[in-house]
């Protein structure tokens, strides 16, 4: 068995949202973890997938904004300070993978399913074995209990509902 740790400085977790129909704002977590274990050298088998992420790190390049997403109106981040994604079931899906786990986010567990660009493997200048990761997927945050909105004079909805989700992880396989 191998166990696998995140490489913060080579990894990102995004999240993009329309706002007012018409731009997409895109926010991130400066902080956040990445665990994984494979029975052999190579994500052909793999039995753990856990991440986690600091509500408190999130930023949208804007404070008021970001103050705006870890309220109650939004994340609340004084009562769920984390964001966790448990994987259960990492499958082939032709040249793509597939990552099946379950999202606990502001208190609520949902069932997700992302889509999986396995980068490779590779051993680094340092003669580390890292691997890369590219994760896609898409939310409605209403199903997380994210249900604040506001209407403009028009009648429009300043955010949207569905989340997309985007990941660059590198991984460093650990001696």
């Known amino acids: 068995m191998a166990k696998w740790k995140i490489d913060p ?3 990102e977790v995004q999240f993009k949202v329309k706002h007012l129909m018409i731009t997409t704002v895109t926010g991130y977590f400066k902080e956040f973890d990445v665990e994984a274990e494979t029975e052999g050298d190579d994500f052909s088998s793999v039995s753990k997938i856990e991440f986690s992420a600091d509500i408190n790190s999130i930023s949208t390049n ?3 904004r970001d103050t705006h997403l870890k309220s109650a109106d939004f994340f609340d981040a004084e009562q769920f300070g984390t964001l966790t994604f448990t994987g259960n079931k990492y499958e082939q899906d032709g040249d793509d993978y597939k990552l099946h786990g379950d999202l606990t986010l502001r208190g609520v567990t949902r069932p997700l399913t992302l889509d999986v660009d396995f980068g490779g493997i590779v051993v680094d200048p340092y ?3 890292k691997a890369g ?4 997927g898409k939310i409605s ?3 997380f209990n994210l249900t604040w909105n506001a209407v403009t004079e028009a ?4 955010v949207s509902d569905d989340i997309r989700i985007l990941c660059e992880i590198q991984l460093v396989k650990q001696g």
């Open 141 to 143: 945050r209403k199903d």
């Open 62 to 64: 804007n404070d008021q």
């Open 127 to 129: 003669g580390q074995t």
């Open 133 to 136: 990761f590219t994760v896609k």
């Open 9 to 11: 400085t080579h990894s």
């Open 155 to 158: 009648g429009q909805v300043v």
